[in-house]
């Protein structure tokens, strides 16, 4: 119990990864800057398979599992991967503003569980903003994170390489994103990732607090300035 509480505000931090999605669901998730698509002829070889629904729902859990196992364990890499996550998202969404793509979805056959899943999918997400996939992006970002952890070993390395392969197939399965959108998202991924696990996040801080305390001494400098203007003569050393 200890544990958990001292952890509970840094997994706090972790919602800004749905409020961030609000901007998403608030400004983009909609075809009002017109489409483009990215599907090749080997897009259109790529079979349905409606069973890998399955893993793709899987995704949300997986982040946020996988985020506060890192948490627990290692706060360096949940921080430095929280960030990258977040950085990937508004890049993401500056890429679909700016270049919005869309998908084509098959027609939907059939009254069986794992259809009604993708109905449930393809109903509450429009086929647009594809390029690069979210999904993806972030399942990468944990092959990333868990390959910097000190602590890997073979049996989480294998659970995370194999859930994030697993749905990153997944996007291609169900129709939710074209190769085109996968492989953007992989090279961005690892782009993101490298750059934030170089950053010295203790320099960082370190150089925001020398920062303040100069801050600071300048506020103090001026003060003194200000009541040695007021009273002259206490530089003049007149005594009354």
Request: hydrophobic residues 45%; charged residues 15%; proline residues 5%.
């Amino acid at each position: 119990m200890p544990n958990i509480i001292k952890n509970l505000k840094p997994l706090c931090l972790m919602l800004s990864i749905p409020i961030s999605n609000i901007i998403y669901c608030l400004l983009l998730n909609n075809a009002n800057r017109g489409t483009h698509s990215l599907v090749t002829d080997l897009d259109q070889s790529v079979p349905f398979l409606k069973i890998f629904i399955l893993p793709y729902l899987l995704w949300y859990f997986f982040i946020f599992g996988t985020l506060t196992y890192f948490c627990f364990k290692n706060k360096r890499i949940y921080y430095k991967t929280l960030i990258a996550i977040n950085l990937g998202l508004l890049i993401s969404y500056a890429i679909y503003f700016f270049f919005q793509t869309n998908v084509p979805r098959p027609d939907l056959v059939g009254n069986d569980f794992l259809t009604m899943l993708i109905a449930f999918v393809y109903n509450n997400d429009q086929p647009y903003n594809a390029f690069p996939s979210i999904h993806v992006l972030l399942s990468f970002l944990m092959i990333k994170a868990i390959n910097k952890y000190p602590g890997k070993n073979y049996y989480n390395v294998c659970t995370v390489y194999t859930i994030a392969i697993s749905i990153i197939l997944a996007t291609q399965f169900i129709k939710q994103h074209v190769i085109l959108d996968l492989l953007s998202s992989i090279v961005l991924g690892g782009l993101i990732f490298d750059l934030v696990y170089h950053i010295k996040l203790e320099r960082l801080g370190a150089a925001w607090l020398r920062g303040q305390y100069q801050w600071l001494n300048v506020r103090k400098r001026s003060a003194n300035d200000i009541d040695e203007l007021k009273n002259p003569s206490q530089q003049l050393g007149v005594r009354y």
